[in-house]
């Protein structure tokens, strides 16, 4: 929550300071959004949550804070990505590839596991300090001016580079081979194979492509908000939220699900303490569960059609 | 009767094992023996809403804590400087506060820890019923994320609360006195005497529970674990006994922390933690699920050894490793993977598939 720190009790509140609300809710939603992505892959090929999705955006910070003083950045991020997508494959072949039709319970149970087992692996390996990347551009002090008010240089690098993540992920989606194949295998799995699909690898690729974005969110995300080995769990629960907020399995809902709970977020701390900021964003969670359960966008009929 | 056999042989184990330690100078180990008997509490709890009931709780952890946070505030929470105010002298002339003295000598007029723990149980259970209402509407992945919502709130509540001791937690709790001269505390020389309140209280949850799992509440159960739709069909309510083994098994944690809590002398917010309720829920999976003997088989063994230290540092992952190992491998539980089953399928032939 680092971006907000500065964020503090004036009020009544400036044009300014507004401003920087928004762009602090902005940043954070863009990222839930990004969980929230992540968490529809994988569901929309294989009806699981992954509860360890918010390890991989972990997984992909830590890596990169590792290999950065060994390489430039750039590459630093890209072998993390490359990495945390080798590892997500990884944890589908070996932990749910060959199950014989699992009960629900039993795979999140198992992700559950699997999530406790990277975090724990992590604080073994990096231990319980907070760590973050270098800025991008710049340091901490600098900052570009904007509509009036001065924000981060790190900050315009998290939204743009969220966003032309999922303008990407669309275009995979409908435009690629590849990309229609797992759409094909989300819409019904029984037709996919009879068409040749290989299902299974479609649904391995998922985790891959869900663990790659989680892990660049990751990265990006790292100068501003700092990684530690268990920051993913909270950003699960976000993910979670923004995901059953947009519909569950809907992405386009996920982005304008994220950007609201990140504004919320945001323009809470100016009510309440900071500590029950988590609090809030969960309580969202269960009344949207208990009243919406398909979601803020989503129809109930059309609910149980799965789009990505 | 048959089936209260088992408890007997229990009895007889617990009585053995405290004869044992006293007999080999090792009545240290009593202590984590006592602390793992409150821990099977919650998880025979939860095992009756999972394994029978089919719902899964990822707060439980949450309940444990209501119960053992309200006991302990309630209890160290000096009124002393109200003690000329109505309210104050109204509960003190029905005998509902205590007059004591800290280590410093300072007077201390608290709660009594009967009606702490009365105010602390009532108010896990009518959180349960309240949370468990539109909670148990939901299922999968739904219901699992709802529950560990409520777990991380419960968390951040004690967490951020001031008047719950934020990140120190609540210390300095008094014992419990059950009956005059049954004092629930960890007093050094009170080690075996709260050795059997910890057992006597495991002992009359599972009577209870075996009861439950054996009339036509646990038949009830078992038809909305195998499928709800069709229970609900043959008439059964299934809304109200989902509800209802909810309430019950977060009663069950609540009065776990309770004790707990008075026997530790405090309480801190790990407690609450997500992990604690991950846990629980691995040691009932580890039991075998629909199998109250072998969660509490499991849960004590597992959990005295992490009392013990046994796992070192690397606690929380030998229970995610646990939690994966038995859900890949042997979904039925630990206990279920005996060869006795496989055995007879073997020698009744082929005749029978």
């Known amino acids: 929550m680092a971006a907000l720190q500065y964020v503090t009790w004036q009020l009544p509140m400036t044009s300014e300071l507004f401003l920087q609300y928004i762009f602090a809710g902005l940043t954070y939603g863009i ?47 890209v072998l993390a990505v490359l990495i945390t997508m080798m590892v997500g494959a990884l944890i589908e072949i070996v932990f749910i590839r060959w199950l014989d039709k699992p009960s629900v319970l039993r795979l999140i149970i198992i992700t559950i596991g699997i999530s406790i087992l990277i975090r724990e692996a992590a604080l073994h390996i990096w231990g319980e300090g907070i760590r973050s990347l270098p800025y991008f551009i710049g340091n901490e002090v600098s900052s570009v001016s904007i509509l009036g008010t001065r924000i981060s240089p790190q900050v315009l690098w998290v ?49 891959m492509l869900s663990a790659g974005i989680g892990a660049l969110a990751g990265c990006v995300m790292s100068p501003i908000t700092y990684t ?44 309440l303490p900071l500590a029950f900021q988590d609090a809030i964003s969960i309580s969202i969670l269960l009344v949207i569960l208990f009243v919406r359960p398909h979601g803020l966008f989503g129809r109930r009929d059309t609910a149980a059609l799965k789009e990505f | 009767m048959k089936r209260f056999l088992p408890l007997l042989a229990l009895l ?11 007999w080999t100078g090792t009545t240290y180990y009593l202590t ?19 394994g029978y009931a089919g719902q899964i709780s990822l707060g439980h952890a949450g309940f444990f804590a209501i119960g053992g946070y309200m006991s302990a505030m309630l209890t160290t929470r000096n009124l002393i400087s109200f003690q000329n105010q109505d309210w104050v002298v109204l509960l003190d002339k029905f005998g509902l506060l205590a007059a004591r003295q800290d280590l410093y000598g300072e007077a201390i007029l608290a709660f009594q820890p009967w009606l702490a723990a009365l105010i602390a149980i009532v108010l896990a259970g009518t959180i349960a019923l309240i949370i468990g209402i539109p909670v148990l509407k939901l299922k999968g992945h739904y219901l699992a994320m709802a529950t560990l919502g409520f777990g991380i709130i419960v968390y951040r509540v004690f967490l951020a609360s001031e008047i719950f001791g934020e990140a120190d937690g609540i210390s300095g709790v008094p014992g419990f006195p059950l009956l005059p001269g049954v004092i629930v ?37 078992r038809a909305i674990h195998g499928a709800e739709e069709a229970a609900n069909a043959m008439g059964i309510d299934t809304a109200r006994y989902k509800l209802k083994t909810f309430v019950l098994s977060a009663v069950l944690a609540a009065v776990a922390g309770v004790f707990l809590t008075h026997y ?90």
């Open chain 1, 159 to 207: 939204m743009g580079v969220c966003t032309v993540m999922v303008i990407l992920l669309s275009l995979f989606f409908r435009y690629t081979l590849m990309g229609q194949k797992m759409q094909a295998c989300a819409a019904n799995r029984t037709a996919a194979t009879l068409c040749g699909i290989n299902t299974r690898n479609m649904v391995t690729l998922s985790f």
């Open chain 2, 12 to 22: 007889a184990l617990v009585i053995s094992i405290q004869l044992l330690t006293q």
């Open chain 1, 31 to 77: 990222i839930y959004a990004i969980v929230a992505i992540g968490f529809n892959i994988i569901y929309n090929t294989t009806g699981i949550i992954n509860f360890a999705q918010g390890e991989f955006v972990m997984l992909g910070g830590m890596i990169a804070i590792s290999l950065n003083p060994l390489m430039p950045l750039p590459l630093a991020i």
């Open chain 2, 264 to 353: 530790n002398g405090g309480i801190g917010p790990s407690e609450a933690g997500v992990m604690k309720s991950v846990r629980y829920v691995a040691l009932v999976a580890v039991g075998g699920m629909a199998n109250l003997w072998g969660a509490l088989i499991m849960g004590v063994t597992l959990n005295f050894l992490s009392l013990r230290g046994f796992f070192g540092s690397y606690d929380d992952a030998v229970f995610g490793a646990i939690l994966i190992v038995i859900m890949l491998f042997a979904p039925e539980g630990l206990l279920r993977l005996n060869l006795a089953a496989k055995l007879k399928k073997l020698f009744s032939g082929g005749s029978r598939k």
């Open chain 1, 228 to 271: 530690q080995y268990d920051g993913g769990t909270g950003l699960a629960i976000k993910g979670f939220t923004v995901a059953i907020m947009g519909g569950l399995g809907n992405s386009m809902g996920a982005v304008a699900a994220g950007l609201l709970l990140g504004l919320l977020e945001a323009f809470s701390v100016s009510v």
């Open chain 2, 185 to 221: 505390t960890g007093s050094f020389g009170a080690r075996v005497g709260n050795y059997y309140i910890a057992w006597t209280l495991v002992i009359v949850a599972m009577v209870m529970l075996i009861n439950l799992i054996n009339s036509r509440v646990g038949r009830a159960l």
């Open chain 2, 32 to 50: 984590q023996l006592t602390m793992s008997g409150y821990y099977a509490v919650v998880i025979i709890g939860l095992c009756l809403l999972m």
